[in-house]
């Protein structure tokens, strides 16, 4: 059974850090590409970052604030949120895609994605 589950998630000040972890069970992470997205009330779904092979993107608003990685033997997918503002308050997920040409071809464009978690909560608030 192919399943994600996103934590790590919480609630930090503006400035502060966040790591979210993005668990997958049911096949090989490395296999897919792996995107994050977020969602804030009342707004659209936006793409975040996403990885494949060794190619990363980000959305142009979050380059050097956000960070994607992979731990092949966790199996596990990271996104590492550094200086932390109230406008990246929303519900992350991570999703998986076995088009490992997603990442390379669309960035962080396409949400067309297979797999996705349930979320977890970021609220960054003082």
């Known amino acids: 059974q192919v399943q994600l589950v996103e934590s790590g998630g919480g609630v930090v000040q503006p400035g502060g850090s966040l790591r979210l972890s993005c668990a997958a069970s049911g096949f090989t992470l490395d296999d897919y590409t792996i995107g994050w997205f977020r969602q804030a009330p009342g707004k659209e779904r936006e793409g975040v970052s996403c990885i494949s092979y060794t190619v990363t993107r980000y959305a142009d608003s979050l380059k050097g604030r956000f960070s994607i990685s992979r731990d092949n033997a966790e199996n596990t997918v990271y996104l590492q949120m550094n200086s932390l503002k109230s406008e990246d308050t929303a519900v992350y997920y991570c999703?998986?895609?076995?088009?490992?040409?997603?990442?390379?071809?669309?960035?962080?464009?396409?949400?067309?994605?297979?797999?996705w978690g349930q979320g977890t909560q970021v609220t960054v608030s003082s």
């Open positions: 999703a998986a895609d076995p088009r490992r040409y997603l990442c390379l071809a669309s960035g962080v464009e396409s949400d067309n994605y297979v797999y």
